[in-house]
T-cell receptor
Framework: GQNIDQPTEMTATEGAIVQINCTYQTSGFNGLFWYQQHAGEAPTFLSYNVLDGLEEKGRFSSFLSRSKGYSYLLLKELQMKDSASYLCAVRDSNYQLIWGAGTKLIIKP | TAGITQAPTSQILAAGRSMTLRCTQDMRHNAMYWYRQDLGLGLRLIHYSNTAGTTGKGEVPDGYSVSRANTDDFPLTLASAVPSQTSVYFC??????????????FGPGTRLTVL
């Protein structure tokens, strides 16, 4: 079966750095996405990786290793507004997104 | 630009009743999707449409139907609601469903409670 694993919850301090991991087993691979979802709101797109390596976008970076079925999202200089759930999703061989359950990130002052 | 809208925002529905959740996008995206989101689970795809006039089944299609008469609209119908369909429903769209870095844009969601 297809499976996306992420930690359920993480806590970090304002101003610090946090890394959210995602491991996947899917039928085929056509890219990996990270989305941010604030409580009660819709998911919004953060990043996309299809080749191995690091993609940097401001305070957020995303890394992919296809051979290991592994990705991480790195958030730097954490701000209170970064408190949200972070969703990892893999596009499978049918071009459908398979979603992880999300990681709830709690930022403390 | 409105992007993607959904209606209603929330609804309480008696079991056995039918209901249509509405979704409209103004981005001229070809592909549209319906997901449900339940606590502790990832988003699960119900139905999708890669282009107007075509639809496909996702991971959890039973009890739901969709139509795609035009590019903009993608309604989701529950023919006879059951309590297990209590969930938050998100509609999404993307430029294409089958190629490239096609991020999906999400509507604000409909919170449905079936009693």
């Amino acid at each position: 079966g297809q499976n996306i694993d992420q930690p359920t919850e993480m806590t970090a301090t304002e101003g610090a750095i946090v890394q959210i991991n995602c491991t996947y087993q899917t039928s085929g691979f056509n890219g990996l996405f990270w989305y941010q979802q604030h409580a009660g709101e819709a998911p919004t797109f953060l990043s996309y990786n299809v080749l191995d390596g690091l993609e940097e976008k401001g305070r957020f970076s995303s890394f992919l290793s296809r051979s290991k079925g592994y990705s991480y999202l790195l958030l730097k200089e954490l701000q209170m507004k970064d408190s949200a759930s972070y969703l990892c999703a893999v596009r499978d061989s049918n071009y459908q997104l398979i979603w992880g359950a999300g990681t709830k990130l709690i930022i403390k002052p | 630009t409105a992007g993607i809208t959904q209606a209603p925002t929330s609804q309480i529905l008696a079991a056995g009743r039918s209901m249509t959740l509405r979704c409209t996008q103004d981005m001229r995206h070809n592909a549209m999707y319906w997901y449900r989101q339940d606590l502790g689970l990832g988003l699960r795809l119900i139905h999708y449409s890669n282009t107007a006039g075509t639809t496909g089944k996702g991971e959890v299609p039973d009890g739901y139907s969709v139509s795609r008469a035009n590019t903009d609209d993608f309604p989701l119908t529950l023919a006879s609601a059951v309590p297990s369909q209590t969930s938050v429903y998100f509609c999404a769209s993307s430029v294409s469903g089958t190629s490239g870095n096609n991020e999906q844009f999400f509507g604000p969601g409909t919170r449905l409670t079936v009693l």
